[in-house]
């Protein structure tokens, strides 16, 4: 069998050779780092915007999603996203997301878009403003107890005008006795309505089977300021339950009254009048 000939290499076809092979890796490495991996299918969103009132009737055409109809309002001419008429609160304390963390861009354009809400295949991501300003836990306690305080205020406050408005329908009532110390014009009145009652005592003088009675009852009478009878109470028996209801109904029978003149029925809605009928052989008068 012959030889096989040895192919003959020099030295410089082996640098040659090295070389290549050198420059063919650089490339391919430097080729390789353009190459990316295919992107990830991004995921179909709609953005709705949060409706702050709710009309009845829907409109003929929208320009935006929302959970609800709204008509549209204000003096602007282009189609301008609502937002929030309040400082909204640290946006870190309301967000939740359940995809994928967005790039530091993307999150930073997110805090600062308006009232969106924004629906992807499965995660659900919710950005709002609500009227009041996030408050830190350590300022809850005094929070509560200033919210506390003026509730209790507020109860005050009503009970306040309640009293008040029930006083206001309460008549005014002016008491006199006998020992006190009248005005001209309400002591005319007042005699006025003492004789009456006088008058008519001795007319239906109080009798019991025939025999007279006699006593000092003290009658508290209240008439309204047109004349009528409001009330007649005995304030100290003559010790004789007869001749207490005697009195009363002889009061009963002077009314009704005169009413009341007019400077009196400026100041008072009611007169009580406090007198002690006296019964005796000669009559009846009071005092």
Known sequence: MAAIPQANIKASDRLSFTIFVAI????LMVLTDFIQDDPKPVAKTMEITLARFDDEKRPDQADFLAQTNQQGSGNVEEKVRQSSPTKSIDESMLIQESASPAKPQQQETEKRSAVVTRVADDSFSALFAPDQEYVPDSEQP?????????????????????????????????????ASTMKAVDARYVEQVVAKIERVGRQFFPTDRGRKLYGKPRVLISIYSDGSLRDVEIRSSSGDLVLDAKTKDIVSRAAPFAPFPSEVRKERDVLELIRTFSYTGKGVYSF
């Open 24 to 27: 063919a890796l650089h490339v």
């Open 142 to 178: 005094e929070l509560r107890s200033l919210i506390e305080r003026s509730l209790q205020i507020a109860e005050l406050e009503a009970s306040y005008e309640e009293q008040l408005q029930q006083y206001a329908k309460k008549p005014r009532v002016t008491r006199l006795a006998a």
